[in-house]
């Protein structure tokens, strides 16, 4: 197997065990009656600490594609947006990190508004 596909292959299977993970939080937030929101920041904020402690600890090997890409690419992708924004902050990008984060925040909103209105009616 190349690199490429070897490379992918570590992405496929972080992935596979990072939705399963955020599925699994989802289910149990549920269980122990939390507020509907209380799962989503668990998560983003977990996940932003792991992206931060993984870019430290690990290497860019297979395992750094595994865990921060995969696992944590589809357990959150707040942990990208938090870790780019470090990055603004660590090089001293000050214009860019707040341009960033307000175009992030404010798009994510009128995103998810605009998507809210193509969808129409709420599902039950």
Same mark, same amino acid.
């Given at each position: #197997? ?7 292959? +570590?992405?496929?299977?972080? @992935?596979?065990?990072? @939705? ?9 937030? #549920?269980?122990?009656?939390?507020? /509907?929101?209380?799962? =989503? /920041?668990?998560?983003?904020? *977990?996940? *932003? $600490? +792991? ?8 290497? *860019?090997?297979? *395992? ?10 589809? /357990?959150? =992708? $707040?942990? @990208? ?5 470090? +990055? ?5 990008? $000050?214009?860019? /990190? ?6 992030? #925040? ?19």
């Amino acid at each position: #197997m190349n690199l490429i596909n070897k490379r992918y292959l +570590f992405i496929f299977l972080g @992935a596979i065990i990072g @939705a399963t993970l955020r599925l699994l939080v989802n289910y149990g937030m #549920m269980e122990i009656n939390l507020p /509907f929101l209380s799962s =989503t /920041f668990i998560v983003n904020m *977990a996940g *932003a $600490f +792991f992206v931060g402690l993984a870019y430290m600890k690990l290497k *860019a090997t297979n *395992a750094q594609l595994l865990f921060t890409t995969g696992l944590l690419g589809t /357990f959150t =992708t $707040f942990s @990208a947006l938090s870790m780019e924004l470090y +990055f603004g902050l660590y090089t001293n990008q $000050f214009i860019f /990190f707040s341009v960033y984060l307000v175009l992030n #925040m404010l798009g994510g909103l009128i995103m998810v508004y605009l998507g809210a209105k193509i969808g129409g009616k709420k599902y039950e």
